[in-house]
């Protein structure tokens, strides 16, 4: 089964470092938990054609899932749709069901007495403009509704870039559909702390570690420098149930201990509480 | 001249959501400083053949400058180095000016009493292995030296992972780099904020300020939602001189002010301490 996800996210904000990009963090997180494997994340600009090169670079690594965050809203450089539709060789147009929830949107602010007046304006009906091929995604938090095209080899979902209502449609709309992808998988990470243990001698003992692990990654995090190192040692494994997850990164996590005892000096090591997603 | 900037992050760490990727958003503000245009922002894998297909793609864009963090350290997964070969299909050798300086950082933590003997171990030596056209550059911080290459067409810089490497190494033989081909180029950015008007108000009354201020790039971040809305409205230019971009901004703050206040109903103004970098 595919289970590979590409992650795009569109804004200048994410380009100029005025903005830090805790969306791509947040959904790589997310979609890890389900088995998912996330092979890359691609920050462009607010740019029809940038956005446009990006979406078809996914769709020619035939990506199974492909989330775009930002520009979906009611301003002129929310782009991502017309950057998608350009990729797809396709037209917008109002989608109704779209338009529809965009108008339920603004009935219930007037009623709230949020608004004068309830006016369907460019801006307003611009969020309701998808490709052709796309169906909306509800919005509980805002208005514009996230997005989803279902192609032949490829899924693809736009959310928006506010991280409250991108993340409300992930949970509703997308994560449902990430489980039932990723099967049975289960992604399981733990770490242990050593001090006292360069990274450059550590290299060689992790290389026999996973040698003789091979369902286990394990990689060195220097947290100090390499003269007064501290170091983060994470484990991870994907597989089929939590168990042998945890099994398979326990056998690791006490060779490569064994190891570092034998070999690095006086060691603390110190396991953090294992994170099962 | 050609100041555009791609940024390549290396690290499982990112895409599995266990790291936020800080560097590449320190990296976009650094050289946004410096008017710089940052373009795009890549992030893969610990893998060879991903780190060679986004090198590529950097080239084939013919990006001025190009940025990587990550994977320069003694582990068997630190493989930026070899992807970069990969993607300039030239080969990986020792380079005798990285050697000379990896050998007299453990010559230090020996006289420092932080190791019992140097020992140049296959995993010490392989942060001296670069590409054959590459240069080091000195790592204040760590050991594993940074990396240029100078191109026909493009500057590709390898800088590590850990923030204070990549910071240093980037302050002292990056930055002058990139100021002085920026030439005299500033860019300059502000924010006001309001409370009380929709973005799908706002979109029409930023379209006219930006038509009739070509030079000034303005962006709606809303903060709270739709029907309660509190929105930073961000201005940024880039122009020949500060008093030039100050100007320009000036002149679109006051012109989307008054729409504001005018269409929008009550509306506060606060005006942000501009942030020259």
């Given at each position: 089964m595919n289970q590979q996800m590409e992650i795009i996210c569109v804004g200048n904000e994410l380009l100029i470092g005025k903005t830090l990009n805790t969306n791509a963090h947040w959904l790589a997180k997310r979609a890890t938990t389900f088995g998912?494997?996330?092979?890359r994340i691609t920050t462009v600009g607010d740019d029809v054609d940038e956005i446009a090169v990006a979406v078809r670079g996914t769709l020619g690594r035939k990506t199974k899932f492909v989330i775009t965050t930002g520009g979906?809203?009611?301003?002129?450089?929310?782009?991502t749709l017309e950057g998608i539709a350009k990729a797809l060789n396709c037209e917008l147009g109002v989608n109704e069901k779209a338009l529809k929830m965009i108008k339920e949107k603004y009935n219930m602010y007037f009623k709230e007495g949020k608004m004068e007046k309830v006016e369907l304006t460019p801006s307003r009906v611009k969020m309701a403009k998808?490709?052709?091929?796309a169906e909306p995604l509800p919005n509980r938090v805002g208005t514009a509704p996230g997005v989803i095209m279902n192609m032949e080899e490829t899924t693809l979902v736009a959310l928006p870039g506010v991280p409250t209502e991108m993340e409300a449609i992930f949970e509703e709309s997308v994560a449902p559909l990430l489980k039932k992808n990723a099967g049975q998988l289960t992604f399981f990470e733990t770490s242990i702390y050593a001090d006292g243990i360069m990274e450059s001698a550590l290299a060689p003992l992790i290389d026999k570690t996973m040698h003789d692990n091979p369902h286990v990654y394990i990689k060195s995090h220097p947290k100090?420098?390499?003269?007064e190192p501290h170091m983060e040692v994470h484990f991870s494994a994907t597989a089929k149930d939590s168990k042998t997850a945890k099994n398979h990164i326990g056998k690791a996590i006490i060779q490569l201990s064994d190891l570092m005892q034998k070999d690095g000096g006086k060691i603390k090591i110190q396991k953090k509480k294992g994170s099962h997603y």
């Open positions: 998912i494997i996330v092979k979906l809203g009611p301003t002129f450089d929310d782009k998808l490709p052709e091929i100090g420098e390499e003269r």
